[in-house]
Every structure is written in C-alpha cells, then in structure tokens.
C-alpha cells in the first residue's frame, strides 16, 4: 500500500459528506478509521473528517492517544483539525489540497497552515503534501 491508495480512499469518504472532505487513519499499512465531513448533517461547526476520524478511532481504542497512526486527508487539515492532530498524538498528516488551494477555490477560511499549528507545538508530526492533489481539489469544482 502507498499513500495513493490512502488517498484514493479518502477521495471516497469524501464523496459521501456533505463538502468533499474525507479522511482515513493508517497504522500498520492497514486502514483502521475512516470518516467524512458532517457540519451540515450534524450541525456541528466542528465535525470536520478529521474531527469525526479522530473520534471514531479514539473511541473504538478507548484512548486519546493516536501515536504510531497517520492521517490520510483530501484538504489541508485546518488550525482547529491540526490541533487536533497535536492533542491526539498522529504521527503523520498526508493531504491532498493545501490551504493555499482551497482559498483559491473558496473552500478555506483561515489561512494558517498545519505546519504552522505544528511548529507551535511540542510534537514532531511529519507532513506529506499534495499527494492525489489535483483528484482532491476536483471535488471542490
């Protein structure tokens, strides 16, 4: 498996939500969680795929603990999800679209990176960007 495929699975979970974001968490080569966008659904101004994986995934494993885990994204996880990423201890952020990316499409609101809430932060998170990222911002036309 590579992060392609993460991706592909991401861009599916996507599909499903109700704006064209999805996420997977990985560990082990071997997806464990997956989740889409429900602000709408929920009514939840907080219930962003990487929110809602988070989540998912924490409570099924009954800690709030995620090292060891990566996060497959189809957008760059925004200040409040890449804080989340922070307290939750993930390992790894792979995104598809960047912020920048979705600005240029209407789709962002605050314009501030992961790797700025990141290096603001005590954790050493690994970002890969721009994998799958034109398929990604596809589903933001």
């Known amino acids: 498996m590579n992060s392609e495929y993460f991706m592909r699975l991401a861009l599916a979970e996507a599909k499903k939500g109700d704006a064209p974001y999805g996420a997977v968490i990985v560990k082990d080569n071997e997806v464990v969680a997956v989740a889409h966008n429900t602000v709408k659904t929920d009514n939840d101004p907080s219930a962003h795929a990487e929110i809602n994986v988070i989540r998912r995934l924490t409570a099924k494993l009954k800690n709030p603990s995620l090292e060891g885990y990566s996060i497959y994204t189809t957008g ?33 609101q ?32």
């Open 76 to 108: 760059e996880p925004c200040p409040m999800c890449a804080s989340a990423c922070v307290w939750s201890g993930l390992s790894e952020i792979v995104y598809g679209a960047s912020i920048e990316d979705l600005i240029s499409v209407n789709q962002s």
């Open 110 to 141: 605050i314009n501030i990176s992961c790797e700025q809430v990141i290096a603001q932060s005590l954790r050493k998170i690994k970002v890969s960007k721009g994998v799958l990222k034109n398929e990604c911002l596809e589903l933001f036309k």
